[in-house]
């Protein structure tokens, strides 16, 4: 078993690496409205004198009730029509669906996953047959493989013994797939129950060839508590019993189990460890017609020293390029990655606003939607300066004010440096009346509020960083 927080901290660091992936099962589904296995099968099993919550198997109940109609025509026609639907908003995948993971497995039949991830944009690469998997879209943001199949074919579906048996002749490309991202990706399992005999067979595999090699994956189980057995106490003990020798069994293949109290904690779960893999991005908003007397010789050096030290963190960087800060901390970046170029895509963003799109009668929400899109990506936004010229006067960059209040809407972590002047003083002097709300801002205040020089400004950024990376 592993802790919630450790499991967060974890899988976020897989989410920033890229190589964190999704499993997905009947649970998953369920919790829009779809039904489980149980509900498919139940009145079939009825027709032949069965009841499924008797039986542990009932991909052999789906095999009994073939053998004894000659077809699977109604479990096929119960596939399309219960499973063909407009599902119910899944919190869970929506979470998902927005965070930069590449990689969806599932075995349910419905395209809750595929239409939730197009729904928050992306673009998505849907593998179906094996003939697919020679195939790739391009561009794709996320690859979502049906490894048993999908309802607008419900003849294709893997559902009883003889298509697990036939699985390796007829499906055994997703298998070798499966059994590839396994090594190499760190999985998440929702809504599985591990009684797929597929997935069983994928992972002693990879148990008997990696042996303690092996990849750590993790499951939400929830736990068997003594409230839900009410005068039941044998039952109690005996299912606490199974479920720990169960979590022991996984760990064999390198499965870890997050208990939960309730699967109704898992979004929450899943939004922290979102907010944690953000905190990766850090997007530095600012612009800056001047800067100021205190500031004028000083401010690109200052940029650059600042930019310089976020990337030797590791950290990637957003920019708007904002006039004045956004080129200098484009060109900071560049320098830094001369030696290796292939490094400029890991640890830089460019979002250019559309300024030449100005005279648009939905520019403003054009740039609404620029600003809901970095902040996709940003967990932490650093504020300097603001202000702009217009008609010959200098203003406040009203546009830098409107990214600090997008990034208290998202849940960023707000570092204003209230000594560059103008919208970042204004944001700071906020911050500053309530900074129980910005404990990660604590023995910082005066160099935030007041000093110029570069140095310690640059040092006083670095160490709220590190406090924040403490925090999670």
């Known amino acids: 078993m592993v802790e919630i927080k450790n499991f967060k901290k974890a899988y976020s660091k897989a989410i920033q690496n890229g190589y964190a992936a999704i499993f997905a099962g009947a649970g ?37 009730y073939c053998n004894e ?12 029509n219960r499973f063909v639907t407009d599902s119910q908003e899944n919190e869970s995948i929506k979470i998902l669906s927005e965070l930069p993971i590449h990689t969806f497995w599932t075995t349910n039949y419905d395209h809750l996953i595929e239409d939730t991830l197009k729904k928050s944009g992306k673009r998505v690469d849907i593998k179906l047959t094996p003939q697919n998997l020679a195939t790739n879209l391009s561009g794709n943001d996320a690859v979502v493989y049906k490894m048993h199949g999908d309802c607008s074919t419900p003849e294709n579906c893997v559902i009883i013994k003889d298509d ?30 591990f009684e797929d005999p597929n997935l069983k067979y994928i992972l002693s595999r990879i148990r008997v060839l990696l042996d303690k090699n092996r990849r750590t994956h993790y499951l939400f189980l929830k736990k068997i508590q003594k409230k839900d057995y009410i005068r039941k106490s044998k039952e109690y003990y005996y299912d606490l019993n199974k479920q720990q020798l169960r979590m022991h069994d996984l760990l064999r293949y390198g499965i870890e189990t997050v208990l939960i109290d309730d699967y109704n904690q898992i979004p929450e ?67 830094e990655c001369q030696l290796n ?51 010959g006067d200098i203003i406040r960059a009203d546009g830098v004010y409107k990214e600090y209040e997008m990034a208290k809407q998202c849940g960023a972590y707000i570092i204003p440096i209230g000594s560059t002047g103008y919208v970042a003083k204004e944001i700071w002097n906020e911050v500053s009346l309530k900074l129980d709300d910005f404990p990660y801002l604590k023995g910082q205040e005066k160099v935030l509020q007041d000093c110029t020089d570069p140095d310690k400004v640059v040092n006083a950024i670095i160490s709220i960083l590190d406090t924040i990376a403490m925090d999670y």
């Open 28 to 64: 998953l589904s369920k919790a829009s409205g779809f039904v489980d296995w149980n509900e498919l099968l139940d009145d079939l099993a009825k027709e032949i004198k069965l009841d499924v919550k008797k039986e542990n198997d009932l991909v052999e109940v789906a095999q009994y």
């Open 69 to 80: 109609k000659q077809s699977r025509n109604e479990i096929n026609e119960r596939i399309l």
């Open 164 to 193: 697990y048996e036939l699985y390796n002749e007829t499906r055994q490309l997703f298998s070798t797939t499966l059994q590839g991202d396994l090594v190499s990706k760190t999985f998440l399992f929702i809504g599985f129950s």
């Open 341 to 391: 170029v292939n490094a400029l895509e890991k640890h830089l963003i460019i979002k250019a606003f559309p300024y030449e799109d100005k005279e648009r009668s939905d520019y403003e929400q054009l740039i609404k939607d620029y600003r809901e899109g970095i902040f996709k990506y940003a967990g932490i936004a650093i504020f300097m300066f603001g202000n702009k010229v217009s008609d």
């Open 269 to 335: 779960i899943l939004k922290e460890v979102k907010k944690i893999s953000k905190c990766n991005n850090i997007f530095i908003s600012g612009a800056a017609q001047e800067y100021g007397a205190a500031w004028e010789k000083t401010a690109p050096i200052f940029i650059k020293k600042l930019v310089s030290n976020i990337y030797k963190k590791n950290y990637k960087i957003i920019t708007g390029h904002g006039r004045g800060v956004g080129s200098y901390v484009i060109s900071s970046v560049i320098e």
